[in-house]
């Protein structure tokens, strides 16, 4: 996702990720992506690990994050609120799904 933020203010490209990985596991996958970023894109790329799915909302909204990995219901927020989402997942055809809890 990608919020509105003016482009060339600053340096890096700047990449959220959700809290549910557990910190080290996205200590890891952080380090990785950053990498993997800096080679795509050409310039320095920070990844950052959100405390929680409201402060990586946050982040985008506020142009603390130029993009983030977040789950349907982060995005789904986020694009009601004028953030554009690039990918989506798609599974069967349908970008959508329905699930139930049953106790």
């Known amino acids: 996702m990608t919020p ?4 060339g203010s600053r340096h890096s490209f700047r990449f959220g990720l959700p809290p549910s990985l557990g910190s080290e596991t996205a200590r890891e996958r952080a380090e990785r992506l950053a990498s993997f ?3 795509a ?9 959100a405390t929680s799915y409201e402060t990586l909302a946050k982040d985008l909204l506020s142009g ?6 977040a ?3 982060v995005c789904a ?3 009601a609120m004028g953030v554009r989402v690039l ?3 798609v599974r069967r055809g349908m970008s959508s799904y ?6």
């Open 87 to 89: 990918a989506r997942g």
């Open 41 to 49: 894109l050409g310039k320095l790329v920070e990844v950052g690990v």
């Open 98 to 103: 329905r699930s139930a809890l049953v106790g």
């Open 4 to 7: 509105h933020v003016p482009s």
């Open 77 to 79: 927020r986020m694009e």
């Open 64 to 69: 603390r994050a130029d993009a983030a990995w």
């Open 71 to 73: 789950p349907p219901f």
């Open 37 to 39: 970023l800096q080679r």
